[in-house]
């Protein structure tokens, strides 16, 4: 049965959805029994970072053998819960989704619950009333990410001797897990050093778009009073350069520049000295994913919390032998 109602999965999804996103609608007819059948939410495909782990989640599925129903929410909660409601009525093995913000997803992960369906939660967190309605988190320490990004504006400070920096900020979606926790970290880190004032913090919601929005608006703010921007992503950040630029400023030397990501683009332009530090946060998230999702299916019990190994590149290192980043 399961067999198929995963053909008529495929024959609907094809129909409906994009097919960059479904990698279903490729998988191969046969009789067969899945090794797994993993239905996986994305939230969007809205920057490099997100485009480059739905990549990886669908390549490693092929390597592992796992079935995979895909489904991009395109930035709209109400869609990837009813990508869940889907997920749950065709009796998947597991489910895994990247929620776009933290709160109301109870009433879906209880129907997962009683259903007997285990949940990953990918990339971010949510925020339940009711506890153990997810079996796990794999994603990036946003948190360190945040204290990385202020650990290198202090040595920046020092390097610069500069007895005041003010500082703007670009968040992410608001109320998201990256948000919060980059934001967190990183004003944790800086409170204690009398040099650094946030001056500002404006909701750029990982766009690019918004980026450059939010960056000319700060600059008809403040302009040249801005010594810093910290940016929660790279896709934020490129778009602040142009209107930087633009407003006749260099950035990287006139304004110091912090990103979050580290995709292709955003390095080149660090090596270009336009960006001065980029923290880490690796969309590879698709080997973790389907070993812990085989876990679960052969009930294993796996850690809440699996963190990949991240670091961070800045005008301090020498970066010419950096490998591609392959997103």
């Known amino acids: 049965m399961r067999v198929k109602a995963l053909m008529m999965f495929m024959v609907i999804s094809c129909a409906f959805f994009s097919a960059a996103f479904l990698s279903g609608c490729g998988a191969k ?37 796992v079935s995979l129903m895909l489904e991009n929410a395109n930035q709209k909660q109400e869609n990837q819960i009813a990508a869940l409601r889907r997920f749950i009525a065709y009796k998947v093995d597991v489910i895994a989704f990247s929620p776009i913000v933290e709160e109301g997803w109870d009433n879906v992960l209880k129907e997962a619950k009683e259903a007997g369906i285990p949940v990953i939660l990918v990339d971010r967190d949510v925020n339940t009333k009711e506890s153990g309605l997810t079996t796990c988190l794999i994603g990036a320490d946003f948190y360190k990410e945040g204290v990385m990004a202020g650990e290198y504006l202090i040595r920046k400070a020092d390097a610069l001797k500069k007895d005041h920096l003010k ?9 998201s897990t990256p948000m919060r926790q980059r934001q967190t970290g990183f004003m944790d880190t800086i409170k204690a050093d009398s040099r650094l004032e946030v001056i500002q913090s404006v909701n750029g919601d990982f766009l690019k778009s918004r980026g450059a929005e939010c960056m000319r608006q700060l600059l008809e703010t403040y302009g040249s009073e801005i010594d810093v921007v910290y940016s929660h992503n790279d896709e934020m950040t490129l778009g602040a350069l142009t209107e930087i630029e633009q407003a006749g400023f260099k950035p990287g ?11 292709q683009d955003a390095i080149n332009v660090l090596k270009e000295g336009k960006i001065n530090c980029i923290v880490e ?47």
């Not at 899945?34 to 969007?44: A, E, M, V």
């Not at 030397?253 to 580290?262: A, E, M």
Request: aromatic share 6%; net charge negative; hydrophobic share 30%.
């Open 253 to 263: 030397k006139d304004i110091v520049i912090i990103s979050v990501d580290g995709g």
């Open 281 to 327: 946060c690796t969309p590879m998230l698709g080997k973790t994913v389907m070993e812990t999702a085989l876990k679960l299916k052969n009930g294993e019990t796996v850690d809440k919390l699996i963190h990949p190994e991240e670091r961070y590149f800045s005008d301090e290192q020498d970066l010419t032998g950096l490998e591609p980043r392959g997103y």
């Open 29 to 65: 007819e046969g009789t067969e029994e899945p090794k797994l059948l993993l239905g996986f939410s994305q939230l969007g495909s809205e920057s490099a970072w997100r485009i480059g782990n739905t990549r990886d989640i669908e390549k490693k599925a092929g390597e592992y053998g």
């Open 167 to 175: 500082i703007v900020e670009i968040t992410g979606t608001e109320d």
